[in-house]
C-alpha cells in the first residue's frame, strides 16, 4: 500500500487559494489520489479524486504531475469553514482497505 | 440517499464491560468499513465487509473486537471487556467498492470514552 506524505498543518487567510501537496512516492498503477475534509466531531468527507493530470470540481482541483509521485489539492478563495483537516490517500482499484494518514491540519484566518 | 447513520452518537461504558455499536450503511452500498479515531490522528483501518464477508482485519485488532455483516446490510461492532485505551471515535463508511472507484461516504462515529 502506498504511504502519503503531506505537512502536519497549514494556515492561511480568507480568500486565499490555498495548495496542499502530498507526496506518495510509491505509488501504482492502478491507484487513484483521493481526498477527504473532516471537522471537528464529524465523519470525513469526499472532496475530490483523480488519476492523473487535472480534476475540478465544485469545491476543489486536484492537480496530478505525470509521475503521479504526488499530488496537489487546490482551494480557490477560501473562508473561515474550510478550516478543517485535509487527508489525502491512494486507493487501490480494488477499494480494499483503505487507510488515511494524520492529514493536514488547515487553519483560515479573518 | 440518507447517508450513513450510526448509534448510538455517544457510549460511556466502565471497564471491562462490553459494548456494542450499530453502523447503517447506505442502502445500496457493498462495502461496509470501520474505523477508529483517535484526537490528532487520522482515521485507523479496523476491518472491512464486501456484503456480508468480512474480508480484511486489521492486525492491529485484538480479539476483543468482532464485527458482523450478517444480511450485508447493517453491520455491528462489539468490544468485549472494554479498556480504557479503546476510547475513541469509531467511524463507520459505506460505498460501491470497486464500482467508478466509488468515495467512502462516512457516517458521524461514535464516541466511546470508558472510565
Known amino acids: 500500500l502506498a504511504k502519503t506524505t503531506q505537512p502536519i498543518s497549514m494556515d492561511s487567510y480568507e480568500g486565499q487559494e490555498v495548495n496542499i501537496t502530498c507526496s506518495h512516492n510509491?505509488?501504482?498503477?492502478?491507484?487513484?489520489i483521493t481526498w477527504y475534509q473532516q471537522f471537528p466531531s464529524q465523519g470525513p468527507r469526499f472532496i475530490i479524486q483523480?488519476?492523473?493530470t487535472k480534476v475540478t470540481n465544485e469545491v476543489a482541483s486536484l492537480f496530478i504531475p505525470a509521475d503521479r509521485k504526488s499530488s496537489t489539492l487546490s482551494l480557490p478563495r477560501v473562508s473561515l469553514s474550510d478550516t478543517a483537516v485535509y487527508y489525502c490517500?491512494?486507493?487501490?482499484?480494488?477499494?480494499?482497505?483503505?487507510?488515511f494518514g494524520s492529514g493536514t491540519r488547515l487553519s483560515i484566518r479573518p | 440517499d440518507t447517508g450513513v447513520s450510526q448509534n448510538p452518537r455517544h457510549k460511556i461504558t466502565k471497564r471491562g464491560q462490553n459494548v456494542t455499536f450499530r453502523c447503517d450503511p447506505i442502502?445500496?452500498?457493498?462495502?461496509l468499513y470501520w474505523y477508529r479515531q483517535t484526537l490528532g490522528q487520522g482515521p485507523e483501518f479496523l476491518t472491512y465487509?464486501?456484503?456480508?464477508?468480512?474480508?480484511?482485519k486489521s492486525r492491529l485488532l485484538s480479539d476483543r473486537f468482532s464485527a458482523e455483516r450478517p444480511k450485508g446490510s447493517f453491520s455491528t461492532l462489539e468490544i468485549q471487556r472494554t479498556e480504557q485505551g479503546d476510547s475513541a471515535m469509531y467511524l463507520c463508511?459505506?460505498?460501491?467498492?470497486?464500482?467508478?472507484?466509488?468515495?467512502?461516504?462516512f457516517g458521524n462515529g461514535t464516541r466511546l470514552t470508558v472510565t
Open positions: 490517500l491512494v486507493v487501490p482499484s480494488s477499494a480494499s482497505k483503505i487507510i
Open positions: 465487509f464486501q456484503n456480508e464477508a468480512q474480508l480484511e
Open positions: 483523480g488519476y492523473k
Open positions: 510509491n505509488i501504482a498503477t492502478n491507484d487513484y
Open positions: 442502502s445500496e452500498h457493498n462495502r
Open positions: 463508511a459505506s460505498s460501491l467498492g470497486q464500482i467508478n472507484n466509488s468515495p467512502l461516504h
